[in-house]
C-alpha cells in the first residue's frame, strides 16, 4: 500500500481559517489492484 498527500492551511483572519487538502491511496495485491482518492474542505475556528 502507498499513499500520497497534501494540503493547504489558509488563515482567513485572527480566529477563523479554511483547509483543503487530497489524498490518493493505491493497494498493491494480487490480481486486481484497488486505487482511492479523496478531497476535503473545511471551515477551522479557534477559540
Known amino acids: 500500500m502507498a499513499t500520497v498527500g497534501g ?3 489558509i488563515p ?3 480566529r477563523l481559517g479554511a483547509f ?3 489524498r490518493y491511496q ?4 494480487e ?3 484497488m486505487n482511492f482518492g479523496s478531497f476535503r474542505a473545511g471551515i477551522r475556528i479557534n477559540r
Open 12 to 14: 482567513i483572519g485572527e
Open 20 to 22: 483543503v487538502e487530497g
Open 31 to 33: 490480481g486486481d489492484s
Open 7 to 9: 494540503g493547504l492551511d
Open 26 to 29: 493505491t493497494n498493491f495485491t
